[in-house]
C-alpha cells in the first residue's frame, strides 16, 4: 500500500471521527407521549378527562399594547382534570409546540402577553425557574370571580413544549375566606404532580 494512499485514509478518518462521535440531538417526545405520562402521574387526586387533539396545524392571535402576533401552532393536544373521578374540573389543559425555528419567539410573545395580563389586572406575575432551562409564569386573579381565577404558562425549551393551565373557578374551596390561597395551593400540587413525570424519551 503506497504512502500516499494510506496518508489519504488516515485523514479522511480523522474528518469524518468528530461527526460521528457527535452524539445526535434527541427528537422532542410526541404530544400523545406526554398526555399519556401525564394522566399517570396526576392520578388518583386528579383524573384526565375530555382528551381533545388538533387536526392538523393552527392559529390564534394576541395582541400586547396595540401590537399583534400570530401564535402557530404546529400540534396540539388538550385535557381537562377533575379532581377526582367525575369530580369537578380542576384545570384545562393544553400541550402545544410551534413551527420549527419559532420556539423563542413564540415564548417571548407569550410571556409578553402574560404579563400583559398581569399588569392590566393590578396583580403580579409569579415566575419560577425550573430544571433544563424550562419556566413556569402564572398570574392570578386578585379576588374569586369569573369563570376562572388564574392562568398558567410552562416554557419547556428542552422539549419545544408549552403548557399553557387555565384554572376555572369550579372547587368548593375555593369559597371560603382562604379562597386565593386554595387557589394556588391547587395550582402547586397538580404542577408538583405534572413535573414529578420523567422527561419522556
Given at each position: 500500500m503506497n504512502t500516499q494512499?494510506?496518508?489519504?485514509?488516515?485523514?479522511?478518518?480523522?474528518s469524518l471521527s468528530p461527526a460521528m462521535a457527535a452524539p445526535t440531538p434527541a427528537a422532542p417526545p410526541f404530544l400523545d407521549v406526554l398526555?399519556?405520562?401525564y394522566a399517570n402521574c396526576v392520578r388518583?387526586?386528579?383524573?384526565?378527562?375530555?382528551?381533545?387533539?388538533?387536526?392538523?396545524?393552527?392559529r390564534y392571535r394576541?395582541?400586547?399594547?396595540?401590537?399583534?402576533?400570530?401564535?402557530?401552532?404546529?400540534?396540539?393536544?388538550?385535557?381537562?382534570?377533575q379532581a377526582g373521578i367525575d369530580?369537578?374540573?380542576?384545570?384545562?389543559?393544553?400541550?402545544?409546540?410551534?413551527?420549527?425555528?419559532?420556539?423563542?419567539?413564540?415564548?417571548?410573545?407569550?410571556?409578553?402577553w402574560l404579563r400583559d395580563v398581569a399588569e392590566r389586572s393590578?396583580?403580579?406575575?409569579?415566575?419560577?425557574?425550573?430544571?433544563?432551562?424550562a419556566r413556569l409564569l402564572t398570574v392570578n386573579k386578585g379576588e374569586i370571580k369569573g369563570?376562572?381565577?388564574?392562568?398558567?404558562?410552562?416554557i419547556d425549551p428542552a422539549r419545544l413544549l408549552f403548557i399553557d393551565v387555565a384554572w376555572p373557578n369550579t372547587l368548593g374551596i375555593y369559597r371560603g375566606?382562604?379562597?386565593?390561597?386554595?387557589?394556588?395551593?391547587v395550582q402547586d400540587d397538580v404542577w408538583q404532580r405534572l413535573l414529578s413525570c420523567p422527561p419522556a424519551a
Open positions: 494512499y494510506c496518508t489519504a485514509i488516515v485523514a479522511l478518518c480523522a398526555v399519556y405520562e388518583p387526586a386528579y383524573h384526565q378527562a375530555d382528551l381533545l387533539m388538533q387536526d392538523g396545524a393552527g394576541i395582541d400586547v399594547k396595540g401590537e399583534a402576533y400570530t401564535v402557530e401552532l404546529q400540534e396540539r393536544m388538550g385535557f381537562s382534570l369530580g369537578p374540573v380542576a384545570a384545562v389543559v393544553k400541550l402545544d409546540r410551534p413551527p420549527k425555528g419559532q420556539f423563542d419567539e413564540q415564548a417571548r410573545w407569550r410571556e409578553r393590578g396583580v403580579a406575575l409569579d415566575e419560577r425557574a425550573l430544571a433544563d432551562g369563570n376562572y381565577v388564574g392562568q398558567s404558562l410552562l375566606a382562604d379562597g386565593l390561597r386554595q387557589v394556588r395551593q
